[in-house]
Antibody, heavy 121, light 107 residues
Framework: EVQLVQSGAEVKKPGESLRISCKGS????????ISWVRQMPGKGLEWMGR????????NYSPSFQGHVTISADKSISTAYLQWSSLKASDTAMYYC??????????????WGQGTMVTVSS | DIQMTQSPSTLSASVGDRVTITCRAS??????LAWYQQKPGKAPKLLIY???SLESGVPSRFSGSGSGTEFTLTISSLQPDDFATYYC?????????FGGGTKVEIK
């Protein structure tokens, strides 16, 4: 079964760092781009950025550039989303999703189950 | 960024109704449009890609149409399992963007 499995919910304080993960299985992890998508409470979907796991090439939405870092370890088929200094406004559900084709510009055909990040003092 | 505008934002309908949701792009995106369904507490699910191609396993009551800047998602006969929020997404540009969503509620 093709799937993306994300790490569990996190509760953090403002200013703390965090890395969440997304592990792919059932397919060739290096053949498809992975993206991260944010969903703030009660709100819509926002694309954050993408990574090509084969070479770790990344690009970001202008809205998230400089605020988060996307990385991947192809040896363990895992992508990451990290923050160096969390803010309360980072409270959201974060999804990883596989891009359908190999161009990096496509629909999302497989989604992780989501990781809820809560930032509160 | 290409802006995607969905309408309506909320739609009240009954089981068996034909439902149409519209998505407009701020510039031409050819047919590079996808539709997703999201239920509360769950990840989105791909329904339609390339504007009108049905994803494997998705019921045939779902259909998509359009090109350029105007697109529609149609549910031919609304079923109880279809009450959810629907999003469009463009992938004409490398900066991917979603519409704001349309919540389909029980009338």
């Amino acid at each position: 079964e093709v799937q993306l499995v994300q790490s569990g919910a996190e509760v953090k304080k403002p200013g703390e760092s965090l890395r969440i993960s997304c592990k792919g299985s059932g397919y060739s992890f290096t053949s498809y781009w992975i993206s991260w998508v944010r969903q703030m409470p009660g709100k819509g979907l926002e694309w954050m950025g993408r990574i090509d796991p084969s070479d770790s090439y990344t690009n970001y939405s202008p809205s998230f550039q400089g605020h988060v870092t996307i990385s991947a370890d192809k040896s363990i088929s895992t992508a990451y989303l990290q923050w160096s200094s969390l803010k309360a406004s980072d409270t959201a559900m974060y999804y990883c999703a596989r891009l359908f084709g190999s161009s990096g510009r496509d629909a999302f055909d497989i989604w992780g189950q989501g990781t809820m990040v809560t930032v509160s003092s | 960024d290409i802006q995607m505008t969905q309408s309506p934002s909320t739609l009240s309908a009954s089981v068996g109704d034909r439902v149409t949701i519209t998505c407009r792009a701020s510039q031409s995106i050819s047919s590079w449009l996808a539709w997703y369904q999201q239920k509360p507490g769950k990840a989105p699910k791909l329904l339609i890609y390339k504007a009108s191609s049905l994803e494997s396993g998705v019921p045939s009551r779902f259909s998509g149409s359009g090109s350029g800047t105007e697109f529609t998602l149609t549910i031919s006969s609304l079923q109880p399992d279809d009450f959810a929020t629907y999003y469009c997404q463009q992938y004409n540009s490398y900066s991917l963007t979603f519409g704001g969503g349309t919540k389909v509620e029980i009338k």
